[in-house]
């Protein structure tokens, strides 16, 4: 099975302007070609706050795999991504059985 994660993950990060994981995460993705959308939070805002309480995730970034329209996965933070971008590609080098 061919599977490019480049045609089939979306991300949504929410970050601060100055973070240097945030950055990181960016670097990350775009060295992949994996398109994602970038939302700049206020640290001290409302959002923030009510994305650390329904995550219960108190650091920047926080990334979220957008399936489709309605369905986002929470993946947590810059190492988390790296773990989860890890698992598939795996699954490219694995032989087709």
């Known amino acids: 099975m061919n599977y490019d994660i480049r045609e089939n993950h979306k991300f949504i ?3 601060f302007e100055e973070c240097p994981f945030c950055d990181d995460t960016f670097a990350l993705l775009s060295d992949l070609q994996i398109s994602y959308k970038k939302v700049i939070l206020d640290m001290d805002g409302p959002v923030w706050a ?3 309480v329904a995550y219960e995730y108190k650091t920047a970034p926080m990334i979220f ?3 489709d329209e ?3 996965e929470f ?3 810059f ?3 790296r773990e ?3 698992y598939y590609s795996d699954k490219i080098d694995e032989p087709a059985r």
């Open 13 to 15: 990060v929410y970050c």
């Open 50 to 52: 009510q994305l650390k």
């Open 79 to 81: 190492d988390d991504l």
């Open 70 to 72: 309605d369905l986002y």
């Open 84 to 86: 989860y971008l890890d």
């Open 65 to 67: 795999r957008n399936h």
């Open 75 to 77: 993946i947590g933070g």
